[in-house]
């Protein structure tokens, strides 16, 4: 084979792989609305005041005869919508790596979530258990996307690449929220313009949401590319036996194992901060919907931002310290919130651009860090894993937040219980080799990382 066909060739697969990308990233701009209009802005709040509504004298809801305070029920709901994942996502893991078709199970989990999402339009009067069937669906359905979705990481993007692949991917997606966000604060700030009530407004805004996640997800199901291996008859049946056999090898794969462990503790807190912070804001600050959006709008600009610098410093000082970084910033940063004034807006922007220009970052040089630690050809399996870590194991944070506040009244100190899991996942993770933990799955080893 001459040179020039080789380089042909060579160029044919580079253009190939950057159409892949380019497609990957659009589902981050797909589903991110979902995380940042209904799960940041809209639900926690207006969910908690449809649970009031519902709630006797004593501020108690009753689902399945059992008391929950109401302030309290979003926090158990996600909670109860991670475990949900934890039983779901293993399957599908497992199904993607034993047939190699990753874009139908893909599509099935997007399209269900996104009609979840949709159904939210139909949230009002007392409806708070609607409200929490619809949430457990659609957030267990994002987390069972992404496992799919963070699999293609490691077959669309070489070594070199993966750091900026996976930080220009959270960047679409915080561009995308950040986008929506301002549709949506036209539409709840001049309601009676549009001839619609605030709640209205509101249901509209969570509606349009899962219209958004359907419609961009045709992209990557357009343009990802499903590497096909031999079918496996009775996947569903070995799902768990899948599962075990993912586990047993990772333990094989102890540094590999470290890291998840680090991850799925710092995780937790970073997933309760963004599901609880828009409660934190309007029921112990007492900021209008306004003041939130505005705040969450912040903190999806200067996430893109945050995620292409720390990008850059991932190049510069390797992706474990810049992480490390970003721990100790987001320790800072929830302690400054326990002492916010409340009916101060400028305080809470002030939080807002610091969880920002921490958020984007740490989480995806997370994702790209551990696609170095995953052995070729076990991708969608190990992401399973990571996806458990990443939404399936993060329900203690909201467990606790809910506890926290249904044992004091106080959201103070929910908010502040949650540092705990910033400074126990920063020494975990100090103390991981990842240079050996690449070379120990069988992977070359970047320069920096």
Not at 80 to 95: E, K, T
Not at 264 to 286: C, M, P, W
Not at 414 to 433: D, E, K, N, Q, T
């Amino acid at each position: 084979m001459g040179t020039d066909t080789v380089r042909e060739q060579a160029a044919d697969e580079a253009a190939e792989r950057r159409r892949e990308q380019r497609g990957w990233y659009v589902y981050d701009w797909a589903c991110s609305v979902y995380s940042t209009s209904v799960l940041t802005v809209f639900l926690g709040p207006y969910l908690t005041s449809v649970a009031k509504a519902a709630a006797d004298a004593d501020g108690f809801v009753h689902p399945l005869g059992i008391p929950l305070r109401a302030g309290s029920f979003f926090a158990y709901c996600v909670s109860a919508s991670v475990i949900l994942s934890i039983f779901v996502m293993p399957l599908a893991g497992a199904a993607a790596d034993r047939t190699g078709r990753k874009k139908p199970l893909l599509a099935v989990a997007a399209y269900l979530g996104a009609a979840a999402t949709a159904g939210m339009f139909f949230l009002d009067g007392d409806r708070y258990l609607l409200g929490g069937l619809l949430l457990i669906v659609a957030n267990a359905s994002l987390a069972v996307s992404m496992v799919l979705y963070n699999s293609y990481l490691p077959q669309i993007a070489p070594p070199e690449e993966r750091d900026a692949v996976s930080s220009r991917g959270w960047a679409f997606g915080y561009a995308s929220g950040a986008l929506v966000l301002v549709a949506n604060l036209i539409l709840y700030t001049a309601h009676d313009t549009f001839g619609v009530s605030e709640s209205t407004a509101v249901r509209i805004c969570l509606a349009s949401a899962g219209i958004w996640w359907g419609a961009f997800t045709l992209v990557p199901l357009k343009r990802l590319r499903d590497r096909r291996t031999t079918p496996s008859s009775g996947t569903s049946t070995h799902g768990w036996r899948q599962l075990a056999a993912t586990w047993r090898d990772m333990r094989r794969q102890p540094l590999t194992l470290a890291f998840l462990l680090a991850y799925l503790v710092y995780n937790d807190g970073i997933q309760t901060v963004i599901s609880q912070a828009s409660v934190y804001g309007s029921e112990e600050l007492g900021l209008d919907q306004s003041t939130l959006i505005v705040a969450v709008l912040l903190v999806q600009l200067l996430a893109v931002a945050g995620a292409l610098g720390m990008g850059r410093l991932a190049r510069t000082y390797g992706a474990k310290r810049t992480i490390l970084g970003s721990l100790v910033a987001w320790t800072v940063t929830l302690a400054a919130g326990y002492f916010l004034p409340a009916g101060a807006p400028v305080w809470f922007f002030v939080l807002a651009a610091g969880i920002g220009l921490v958020l984007g970052g740490s989480q995806a040089l997370s994702r790209s860090l551990f696609s170095h630690l995953v052995p070729p050809g076990k991708e969608a399996e190990y992401f399973s894993a990571y996806e458990m870590s990443d939404r399936g194991m993060s329900w203690l944070g909201p467990l606790l937040f809910g506890l926290t506040y249904q044992l004091t009244g106080s959201y103070r100190d929910a908010i502040i219980s949650l540092v705990a899991f910033f400074v126990l996942g920063f020494v975990l993770l100090a103390r991981v080799p990842v240079r050996r933990a690449v070379r120990d799955a069988g992977n070359p080893v970047p320069d920096r990382i």
